[in-house]
């Protein structure tokens, strides 16, 4: 599967933002959908994850719990990440990815088979 993020850009803190990620293929409702962020001079971290089947069942970094909304539409093969109550803590490239429904970690970057290319938030104080 090939993704495809965009929606980023630059607001002042307590903005919203929603990110969407666009996928290719026809499996996609198979797919575990993940959001991941990397800001300057830290390593790549989860922000949040979107399981695969009727469940939908959510995870989230306990960073943006209660301000973070992952979700998916699998007809149109997206999955949004809702971004409100923005800090500056979190700017960052966030990217999207895609991990087999397996019995691994949704919270480790390492488990996820493909990756967007990332889009960039900035949170003015």
């Known amino acids: 599967v090939q993704l495809q993020a965009s929606g980023g850009g630059s607001v002042q803190a307590g903005g919203s933002l929603r990110l969407s990620c666009a996928a290719s293929?026809?499996?996609?409702?198979?797919?575990?959908m993940g959001w991941f962020r990397q800001a300057p001079g830290k390593e790549r971290e989860f922000v949040a994850a979107i399981v695969s089947g009727s469940s939908g069942h959510e995870y989230y970094a306990y960073s943006v719990k209660g301000r973070f909304t992952i979700s998916r539409d699998n007809p149109k093969n997206t999955v949004y990440l809702q971004m409100n109550t923005l800090k500056p803590e979190d700017t960052a490239v966030y990217s999207c990815?895609?991990?087999?429904?397996?019995?691994?970690?949704?919270?480790?970057?390492?488990?996820?088979?493909?990756w967007g290319q990332g889009t960039l938030v900035t949170v003015s104080s």
């Open positions: 990815a895609a991990k087999v429904a397996d019995f691994r970690s949704v919270y480790y970057r390492g488990n996820y088979n493909n």
């Open positions: 293929g026809r499996t996609f409702s198979n797919y575990i």
